[in-house]
């Protein structure tokens, strides 16, 4: 039988509903601060065995039923020497930042085995040790995304200047996400070919655009990565942050299943979504903070309300990444209550 979190990416009966959690590898997790080591996180990423193992840490003590590879969206674009690091507590930052048409040489496509080996490496080692009830997930950047990081070259709260450039030089932003989904698609299938058993595309910021904004100016590129995944046999998942007004538009880009945050209630966002599709969410991770039976009675309300939508699909999730604060004994409690116990 498929692995549960196969299942209900294709929407098929599972035994129980899977559950993982967005930056469950590493955060919170104390043996991860044991073997992290200092430097940038993107020293760590090109070492396969600690980037294996960091990937392991939350499947041995969570139970979880997928992995989530312990790299980073911007691990494409450093690699291709955009000259990107990322700043411990801060986030992605970019020394010299997209500027002008000039800047998109310095996008060339990327070479997955010359470039990003030691993801791959990291990948196969994974593929080879984790169990077949355990699929590891591969992911990327969706394209507005990683734009925002390169033309604000840092994390931003406004996205004034990759909007500008969206909306004062939309053939030049054009021409940028089309190059980010390149990147995007050929990292992904590369991840799927050593091993990756699911992909998502993570567009973590979307939810600052407006539906116009979304739909012209990044939801073709967006498409393309989806599309270029098709003949793939692999469940793709398309996730961002604030999207509730998107969610209509982003099901139109061609993923399997869409990340839900928690602002919208499970069954309303499934509604949104439409019916040929699976959902991912939606506990939000500042809840995990409060008492146990406080998180118990949210999970309860998700697992709830995904039931009243009256579907088959649903994986478990949190509506964003693990905070850091987060006690490791609630998400293993966590997922016992998802999966029944
Ligand atoms: O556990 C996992 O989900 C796997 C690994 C993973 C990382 N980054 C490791 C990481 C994943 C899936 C990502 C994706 C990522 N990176 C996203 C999309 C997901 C999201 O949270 O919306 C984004 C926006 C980034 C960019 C990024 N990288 C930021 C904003 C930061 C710094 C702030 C923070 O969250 O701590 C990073 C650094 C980073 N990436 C860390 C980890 C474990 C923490 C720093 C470190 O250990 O050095």
């Not at 930056?23 to 430097?39: K, V, W």
């Not at 080996?117 to 994974?126: A, F, S």
């Not at 793939?232 to 007004?245: A, C, K, M, Q, S």
């Amino acid at each position: 039988m498929d692995a549960p979190f196969l299942l209900a990416c294709k929407r098929q009966p599972a035994p129980h509903t899977p559950v993982w959690f967005m930056r469950q590898a590493g955060r919170s997790l104390p043996e991860y601060r044991a073997i992290r080591g200092t430097g940038s996180i993107l020293t760590a990423i090109a070492e396969p065995d600690l980037a294996a193992e960091i990937t392991l840490q939350p499947v041995r003590r969570y139970g979880v039923d997928a992995a989530i590879l312990y790299s980073d969206i911007v691990v494409p674009v450093h690699a291709i020497g955009f000259g990107v690091d990322v700043a411990p507590g801060i986030g992605p930052v970019i020394a010299e930042p997209f500027r002008s048409k000039d800047d998109l040489a310095r996008l060339r496509p990327l070479v997955p085995e010359e470039d990003t080996p030691y993801v791959l490496e990291t990948i196969r080692t994974l593929a080879r040790e984790l169990p077949d009830a355990v699929p590891l997930i591969g992911f990327a950047g969706a394209p507005f995304t990683v734009a925002s990081y390169l033309i604000e070259g840092r994390p931003s709260r406004t996205y004034a200047l990759t909007k500008s450039m969206m909306h004062a030089e939309p053939a030049l932003w054009d021409a940028l996400v089309d190059r980010l989904a390149d990147l995007a698609l050929a990292s992904l299938r590369s991840q799927v070919s050593a091993g990756a058993r699911a992909v998502q595309v993570f567009d973590s910021w979307a939810g600052a655009l407006s539906p116009v904004d979304y739909r012209d100016r990044v939801l073709p590129a967006t498409r393309r990565i989806f599309e270029g995944l098709a003949d793939l046999d692999v469940p793709r998942i398309h996730f961002g942050v604030g999207t509730g007004e998107l969610l209509g538009l982003m099901a139109g880009a061609g993923a399997d299943v869409v990340g839900i945050d928690w602002r919208v209630p499970l069954d309303e966002a499934w509604r949104r979504v439409g019916p040929d599709k699976g959902v991912q969410g939606n506990l939000d991770p500042a809840v995990c903070l409060a008492p146990w039976p406080v998180v118990a009675a949210e999970a309860k309300r998700v697992l709830a309300e995904a039931a009243a939508a009256g579907r088959l699909g649903h994986i478990f999730n949190l509506g964003h990444g693990v905070l850091p604060e987060t006690d490791p004994d609630t998400l293993a409690r966590l997922v016992e209550l998802v999966h029944g116990g």
